[in-house]
């Protein structure tokens, strides 16, 4: 039985002997956000929040030379920055800082970073499952209106984090266990085993926030690159 298109190797179905349909696109009902107790001791759910955007960018450094059109070399110049927004329905009395579990309704009443928490539940066994965290998360900005032409009132928040990592099931950034597999199909791994330095640096393995400063960068893709040694 086929289970995945031939051009493209998508998947069609589960592979089994019978064939059997499935559902491989991820929606937003399989997501669950959640803050981190203060005191560390589990995490709190978010409700009735509307969306959520998360922004990962960093800037990259294009090299050029006299005498050459076009670039030669190109390298990342600063460190990723992490931001995002948040729109919250006003719901069970609580504004949207409240709703992340502080103890003040405005931005400048904060004193303390806090963390939040996405679970991906796409798939059935946790071990499967994809735990994202963003750390340290200070508000920069609480907006909302109220107006005639909509009586229920949404909370906006944007913020800011020093890191964001992802981990396999419940397994913290000690473990190290990355959550990139290469997803249903299994997809190859490139520099393989989990002493790689962008698997580590992806799980927050031993509190790590970048991949650019271990030694070596200058060997990677050489025939002779140690790939079983990726922390150098």
């Known amino acids: 039985?086929?289970?995945?298109?031939?051009?493209?190797?998508?998947?069609?179905?589960?592979?089994?002997?019978?064939?059997?349909?499935?559902?491989?696109t991820a929606i937003s009902t399989n997501i669950l956000l959640a803050v981190r107790i203060p005191n560390g001791a589990g995490y709190q759910p978010i409700g009735a929040v509307q969306s959520m955007?998360?922004?990962?960018?960093?800037?990259?450094?294009?090299?050029?030379?006299?005498?050459?059109d076009g670039h030669i070399d190109s390298v990342p110049n600063q460190s990723t920055n992490i931001t995002g927004t948040c729109q919250r329905v006003r719901f069970q009395k609580l504004r949207i800082a409240e709703a992340f579990d502080r103890s003040f309704l405005h931005v400048a009443a904060q004193v303390?970073?806090?963390?939040?928490?996405?679970?991906?539940?796409?798939?059935?066994?946790?071990?499967?499952?994809?735990?994202?965290?963003?750390?340290?998360?200070?508000?920069?900005?609480i907006d909302y209106t109220y107006q005639v032409s909509d009586w229920v009132i949404t909370d906006s928040m944007t913020w800011e984090a020093e890191y964001i990592y992802s981990n396999l099931g419940g397994s913290s950034a000690l473990t190290g266990q990355s959550a990139a597999v290469g997803g249903q199909d299994n997809l190859l791994k490139p520099f393989g085993d989990g002493n790689w330095i962008e698997r580590q640096t992806d799980s927050g393995s031993a509190g790590r926030r970048g991949s650019l400063d271990i030694a070596g960068l200058i060997d990677i893709g050489r025939p002779d690159f140690p790939a079983s040694n990726g922390i150098f």
């Open 1 to 24: 039985m086929t289970t995945g298109y031939p051009q493209t190797g998508s998947l069609l179905s589960l592979g089994d002997a019978f064939g059997t349909n499935t559902t491989n």
């Open 53 to 68: 955007a998360i922004s990962e960018k960093r800037a990259i450094k294009m090299i050029d030379e006299v005498g050459t």
């Open 112 to 141: 303390y970073p806090f963390d939040i928490i996405i679970f991906d539940r796409q798939k059935a066994s946790l071990a499967n499952q994809v735990t994202t965290v963003i750390k340290n998360v200070w508000i920069s900005g």
